[in-house]
């Protein structure tokens, strides 16, 4: 199977965020990236399961008492 890498431009459609942010979260290391010629690349399938692992963080810190946050 193929994975599919994306580009700066098609990440920030796929997530609905500017392309900036994109830049931004890649500089940081926030968001899983690699650089292909100077160029920021991304693939899909990392993409996917790096909302996936923040979606569920976030449900476990919003589900914390108030006080007990992070």
Do not use: C
Not at 38 to 50: T, V
Request: proline share 3%; no cysteine.
């Amino acid at each position: 199977m193929i994975e599919e890498i994306l580009t700066v431009r098609e990440v920030a459609k796929f997530l609905k965020v500017t392309e900036r942010t994109i830049y931004r979260l890649a500089t940081e290391g926030q968001i899983p990236s690699f650089k292909v010629g100077g160029s920021w690349r991304f693939q899909r399938s990392d993409l996917i399961q790096w909302m996936n692992d923040h979606a569920k963080g976030q449900i476990v810190r919003d589900s914390q008492p108030d006080g007990e946050k992070d």
